[in-house]
């Protein structure tokens, strides 16, 4: 089953103690849809400027990701520019340029309109209701937001939660949003708002998913090298949401399975500079990091 | 198996967000051995002064703690006071008072000498070295150290760490005595010192268990109310130590089953201040709360 996904697709300048890129490929769409496309077929809607290089292009068709959606318009594309201290839980932004992205209108083709999974990257929440507007009936809505939103389009942002079934959201935007410093009530606060799923994203600290009276806390892979965050967050979502798509089952259980393919996705973009590390990726690998943080969590009921 | 213990006995003042107490019981070997009650005898070494009142030394000896160790002496009791903000991760110490403290020198008494099982808190790593010196052939040496210790006294601390065999420290401590910021990275060096298993307590991201070639993640349990944190890595270490003592097994799946009771213990002490939470607990309510953590975690292995 494929999914619909709408984001960015961008150019990322990124410092770490570790190293250094310029304009390597980057953006929401582009981490949420290669780390999918592992799990299930994808239908990217995003903009890119008239800068956009041949081979990104050609790497995400080589993903049987559908491009039919990613508009060229006239202008550069996205770019951001930041920086991670030996903290690499914080990134700090030196410079976003839009670009292209600031009057970037969602235009769903025909043939994804009848999408059975819909996943709206962190955009503006009034273009992500847009985007719901344009879809038929889909099974499954996720969407990410940020503090951006939070601070600027609460309201709105609210709305679009009303039409959202599982919400993809920092910790801090979690305690934000809710206005509530305690997680597990702001979690309540929020699932009230639509989402019957939040999924609360932790960075090195793993994740916590609240569904209706349960709770299911998933550790990050513990890593010797992280080389750099960027696009962490989106790489977990697409395996999460790739791994629900192909397998079209939403019982508790398998939405665990499910978090537990986005912390693995995840664990492998961190490793190497934008999508240089799934770019290599196969298979084999990812469930084998699967089955380690199995073991990982592993312990004995008592009697 | 009974455990000695050897650290603070104190009274206690802090401000949290939602409540402020004078002078209540606290202290590393309270806390420690209150947890590890539930599991074991415990036999404790620590000083208090005159004013300590004849109903703490009556509770702590309601629980079967051997309080023959306890040494009185002239002049007033340990006090701390701390405030927590509403990110409760964080210890705010305002005042400290060393007092009878200051020059306690542990004797441990005849009785204890062949103990099995020692857990030495967070004192000065000479104490703790000198604590070694006077019991026979302990089975299993863990300890607890601190900051202040890695700041002032690290070569001495190292020292002491090459007779300990499980050691249990907070994360950014780790990161410290290693001078290493990757936490995987720097376990390996922490354990290079001589601890073969290393605990990292995380406050409310749970605890890593690092071991030869094996990892475990606990998570902890998620609350609805942190009343007051004061008191849980030491809860933590009690109820850890407290449940290996009970089993007398020292293998992995019982180490991690061990971490799991730990997590409990502290979960429980959080919820009130002081040891009002421990108190009024019963063992039923302690398995429960495992199996919840058992649910919590719980997810499918892929085939």
Redesign the interface.
Known sequence: MSILVVGSVAFDSIATPFGKVDDVLGGSASYFSTAASFFTDVNLVAVIGDDFPREHIDYLKSRNIDLSGLQQSRGETFRWKGRYD??LNEAHTLETHLNVFESFQPEIPQHYRNAEYVFLANIDPELQLEVLTQVSNPKLVACDTMNFWIDGKKDELIRTLGRVDILVINEAEVRQLANE?????AAEIVRAFGPKILVVK?G???V?MFGEG??????AY?????FDPTGAGDTFAGGFVGYLASTRNLSE?NL??A??FGTVMASFTVEKFSLDRLKELDYAEI?DR??KI?????????E
Chains 1, 2 share one sequence.
């Open positions: 030996y903290n410093p305690n997680l597990i009530k932790r090195e600290y793993g916590l349960s709770i299911f806390s998933a550790p513990p890593l010797e090298e992280v259980q665990r399975k978090i537990v469930s699967y089955r199995k073991l990982l969590t592993d312990f004995a009921d008592i």
